[in-house]
Every structure is written in C-alpha cells, then in structure tokens.
C-alpha cells in the first residue's frame, strides 16, 4: 500500500476540522441571512442581471464571502457541513415562507410594474434603477419591438419580466384591415362585371 494513504496527517488534514462545528454552521448562515437582506434592500436588478456590472456583482459575491463562510478551515469535512448548512436553512426558510405569505412579501418585495398600456411609468422605473434602453432590450429579447405592442410589463421580485402582448397584436389588426379591403374591392368589382341587378 502506498505511503501516502498510510499518512495520518493526510487524514487529518482530508476530515479533521480546523474549527469548532457550531463555528461551521453559525457562519454559513449568517453570511445567508447577510446576502438574503442585502438582495432585498439592493432591489430586483442585481437578479435580473441586465448588464455586465450586476453579473459581474454576482458572481464576485460568492467568491467575496467564501472565506467568511469557511474561516480558516480548508478540510473536507468543513466544507460539506458549510454546504449542508446553507442547503438546509434555504429548505427551512422556503418551507416557512410558503406557509406564511404576508411574509413572503415582506422578504421577497412586490412586482413592479414597468410599462401600462404601452406606456412606460418612469416613475417606478427609475425606483429600479432601469434605463429605458434596458428595458427595450428586454422588451426585444422578448420578441416585442416596438411599446406599442406591449399591454404591460412587470419586473417580478425574482428578477424575472413578466410582458403581456396587447390584444390583439399590430400586426394581426393590419391583417384584419387588409382582408377587410379585400372583401370590398371584391364586391365592387362583382358589380362592375355583372352589370347593376335588374330589380
């Protein structure tokens, strides 16, 4: 057998905690509950991500409270109890949100409404930090090119848009009003070459 897995201080280093365990689950769960607030009071963008800036926000955060979350501790075993630890206070705040709703509105914020009508509110949407040109992109990625074909659009406290298409759409009016056309010029052309009817 190989020296190396004979090696008890390999072991030790693999499984033994560099740190007390109620140190291990106390800092993943502070740094959660951190974050949860900190998300919250920052508003909904930083979830959308609608440019480089709030991606790149979210992907340093992780790496910003790594060491907070660990300590000193690099063992495997540290590791695995940070990571349990932040799974199961997760669970346990979304099973006691789903039974409390005021609750969950409380933490989560309400849906903003961005556009009514076709109608930017400039208002709320300064309040979420948007631009009008961010807006549009999303608008576009959504398959709308133009405010006019949009009913309303909400920004969903998850950092999603939820975009109602007006009823109906652009262009099925100009289709309607196309065939509508048809239809009479049809008609008068069955009088010209059928002559007037003979009453």
């Known amino acids: 057998m190989p020296s190396w897995l004979t090696s008890p201080t390999m072991w030790k ?10 140190e291990k689950v106390l800092r993943p769960a502070v740094v959660y509950l951190f974050l949860v607030v900190l998300l919250r009071i920052f508003g909904k963008r930083e979830l959308a991500q609608l440019n480089p800036f709030d991606l790149v926000v979210l992907l340093s955060l992780s790496n910003t409270v790594q060491n907070a979350i660990i300590g000193n501790d690099n ?22 949100v789903f ?7 409380l933490l989560q ?6 556009v009514e009508r076709g109608r930017i509110i400039k208002t709320n949407l300064a309040r979420e930090l948007l ?14 090119y133009a405010l006019d074909e949009v009913e309303e659009c909400i920004l969903e406290p998850g950092g999603t848009f939820a ?3 007006k009823e109906p759409p652009p262009s099925e009016l100009h ?8 239809d009479a010029l049809d008609g008068k052309l069955s009088r010209i070459v059928n002559g ?3 009453s």
């Open 13 to 22: 280093d693999i499984f033994a905690l560099a740190a007390p365990l109620v």
């Open 99 to 105: 039974r409390h709703r005021r609750l969950d509105q």
């Open 131 to 144: 631009t009008r040109s961010e807006l549009m992109t999303v608008l576009h990625r959504q398959g709308f």
């Open 175 to 182: 289709y309607a009003d196309v065939i509508q056309r048809l």
């Open 163 to 165: 975009i109602k298409r």
């Open 75 to 96: 063992s495997l075993t540290g590791g695995l109890v940070g990571a349990f630890t932040l799974l199961a206070i997760n669970y346990l705040v979304v099973r006691f």
């Open 109 to 114: 914020g309400r849906p903003t409404p961005l």
């Open 196 to 198: 007037p009817s003979n």
